[in-house]
């Protein structure tokens, strides 16, 4: 079975300064990841993907994330905070079974970043 | 393109009741997905459809029910509501059947339900 855990429930960064979210996953096949924002009052919006190819991934609005496997790591950066980047962000992995995957998302419990002026 | 729209978009509905919400797909999407996002929560997967049938579920009981129709609109039905059925409920559409099984999931905004 695979899973996420978001290691934060709450970071709070100042505008302009590195932010770190962190992610741990846990998968029985090669894992596809991902890394979704909500912004209060909205849908989901897909921020970057990992599916086995490159293993540093850059998405949009400047973040990017590197998976490490021996780590069981899915970490999203992003080198300076904005004020407009205050949302929930979830990791997310791909659920798969023995004959493939199944088109379901499996969520973290999600990660409330704040930024400071 | 025109992205997943969901309607409405707020909804408040007494314990018992029966609920109808409403998803259209991305255009060119033929799959579309429903989560509950409960308050604080992430997003827990409800059920699947692709090509008018269910196809995967999650850990919902029975009164949670759906429909896809021929224009992969979706409807999400939930009978007997009870109060912790509150929450946010999303639709996602994606593409199915081109060889990306990883196709991402293009959510809508959401229909938030309070259960009274």
């Known amino acids: 079975a695979q899973s996420v855990t978001q290691l934060d429930s709450h970071v709070s960064v100042s505008e302009g300064t590195p932010v770190l979210l962190r992610c741990n996953y846990s998968?029985?096949?090669?894992?596809?990841l991902f890394w979704y924002v909500q912004h209060p009052n909205k849908g989901l919006q897909l921020l970057l993907k990992?599916?086995?190819?490159?293993?540093l991934v850059k998405g949009i609005n400047g973040f990017e994330a590197e998976f490490k496997k021996s780590e069981t790591s899915f970490h999203l950066t992003k080198p300076s905070a904005h004020m407009s980047d205050a949302a929930e962000y979830f990791c997310?992995?791909?659920?798969?079974?023995?004959?493939?995957?199944?088109?379901?998302?499996?969520f973290g419990q999600g990660t409330t970043l704040q930024v400071k002026p | 393109e025109t992205g997943v729209t969901q309607s409405p978009t707020h909804l408040i509905k007494t314990r018992g009741q029966q609920v109808t919400l409403r998803c259209s797909s991305q255009?060119?999407?033929?799959?579309v997905s429903w989560y509950q996002q409960a308050l604080g929560q992430g997003p827990q997967f409800i059920f699947q459809?692709?090509?008018?049938?269910?196809?995967g579920r999650g850990n919902f009981p029975p009164r949670f029910s759906g429909l896809q129709f021929p224009n992969y609109s979706s409807e999400l039905n939930v009978n007997a509501l009870e109060l912790d059925d509150s929450a946010l409920y999303l639709c996602?559409?994606?593409?199915?059947?081109?060889?990306?099984?990883?196709?991402?999931?293009?959510f809508g905004n959401g229909t938030r339900l309070t259960v009274t």
């Open positions: 996602a559409s994606s593409l199915t059947g081109t060889g990306e099984m990883d196709s991402p999931l293009h």
């Open positions: 997310v992995v791909s659920d798969y079974r023995s004959w493939g995957n199944t088109g379901k998302l499996i």
């Open positions: 998968s029985s096949y090669s894992p596809s």
């Open positions: 255009s060119g999407h033929n799959t």
């Open positions: 990992y599916t086995s190819a490159a293993t």
């Open positions: 459809y692709y090509r008018e049938e269910e196809n």
